[in-house]
């Protein structure tokens, strides 16, 4: 019930990583092999992956790759080099992605596993361990978070929702956090149907979260990021869920840029607004979204479109990749511990505490 | 002062009108060359010509082709026959696109010279005069909408603008309405930089004002329309200016799609949101943005970015041209009869009456 993908995001057989290569998609599935954790960084930095929980998992198997790379391509059996090796294999892939808390919180917790044990044979054992549990574990969660969605939303209704960039299967180990909010709804047979932005300038939307939803046969419509409101104030729209890429203990989340202005027109128009994400999320060591460090990717990215210019190189544009929804704009965050509500900053460390 | 672009938007030679291709700039600057009403009509549904002042001279100039036309191909000296050939092309070139009003207060202008004369040749004369009366306006109204601009802002602060579509010279017969203020404030050097929303589906912001603000030597950026709401969370729009296809006597203004959510972002950042268009887009019979009708265009044009395809032609999206902006988010109408403040269903009217 959980598998739901005829696509893989990743496969892993505890020698490679295969990546679907996110930038091809839906017009071809190819996947890209990672042998080593410098190509597993590169494929996050690239966006052959992404997505806050699929770079998650992806990193904490990066790591397990550099102690397969170490066992592979020495003899020397010193503990304290084989851990240096893989403390340089963290630092080099967390520096892959600043916003997404995932990948820190991933690759803290491989880094945790070098306590435990003793010997290379066994650490690298616990790694490859360590990283396979937190796939599986990805999936549950998301799945989790899908159920508990359900406690929200009336059962005689169908819903219009919208949702923005991908948040879904393939930002994930499977299943999807935001996508995995409407998988879960339409499986009650409460999905109208799903307006699709389609987030410029990477196409996400248009791109990932549109094959996914064709894939699963519930009905949607891709529209222009700048359509959102228009559809708002037609009534079109019953409800947002979009996934985070962190969340502040107050509340405010990172999400991918566009996300707090449909935000703002959320609240404008009185229609609630969800984020659905994994507990893991939430960055208590981020006070509020102000400290959150928002990525700037390449202007390359902004004056093309899949390869296509639309803007001479001459021309100056700025590329932000996440914004900051401000908690006071947020209805509630449902994560697989329950769904939280305003005030977070209390009711976020309660549901921590709690568990 | 008024002539500013080094190509012009139409060029008139009393026998074919020449309309820049804007959708191939700002890659190639070739002209679509119209020498009946109907290419003319082609040519504004097209998309050759666009932007709402622009349209309503070009369709005047199509009805001047129209008279053209009946006197080369016609013996036939029969007024009445004549008249007949001439509203049918009002009619044709009427049917080209529904939201902008200007189209139709042209057509309207040059319908009425068809009483006013009792002879083929005369009349033929008088359209053309009357097309070319309302072309040089048009500068002249544009120009006169960014000297009134000057009222509204403080001489010692350098503004970020931000404007959203093309409102320039491109969307005129030159100068341009909302980058007509832009220019107008730029020539006081009270400009510090604009942010250019791109504006899908066809991208007139990134191609088409950005390539106009680069020829004036206007600092910019171009940003995906996404991004608007961060960067004014960061403080990086001073003031937001855009045109306007239609203006309801409530204030309510259809604009590109788009427009609406910048208007809500404008107003949750407390942003003054001027809307600069000639008084002749006030379209009295026009109680409130409801009643504007919406263009929903081709799906294809969403489906694909300059001619590259982003989605599978199974995917199924909408299309909206247009939105409408309410009243309540304008900060006020910039026009070539003055500066129109809120409540603008009074002042738009006292507008009117005292001219």
Redesign the interface.
Known sequence: MVENSNVKTLIWDRKTLKLIDQRKL??QKVYVECSTFEQVGAAIKDMVVRGAPAIGVTAAYGVALAALQYNNNNDNTDISDFKNYINKSIQFLSSSRPTAVNLFWALDRVKNVLEKHNSISALTEALILEAEKIEKEDVQINYKIGQNALKIFKKEKKLKILT?CNAGALATAGYGTALGVIRSLNSMGLVEKV?V?????Y?QG??LT?WEL?QEKIP????????????M?KGEVDVVVVGADRIASNGDAANK??T??IS??A??HKINFYIAAPFSTVDFNTKSGKDIQIEQRPEEE?RQ????????D?????N?SF??TPAKNITSIITEKGVVYPPFKKNLLNTFNSL
Do not use: Q, W
């Open positions: 839906p017009f923005h307006l932005d389609e987030t410029r300038p196409l248009a791109r549109a064709e949607y419509f891709v529209i222009t990021d700048n359509m959102a409101g228009y559809f104030s840029i566009g707090f202005s703002v027109l609240k404008y902004v479109v899949l390869g296509k210019k639309i803007m001479p001459y021309m100056p544009v700025l932000p914004d900051v």
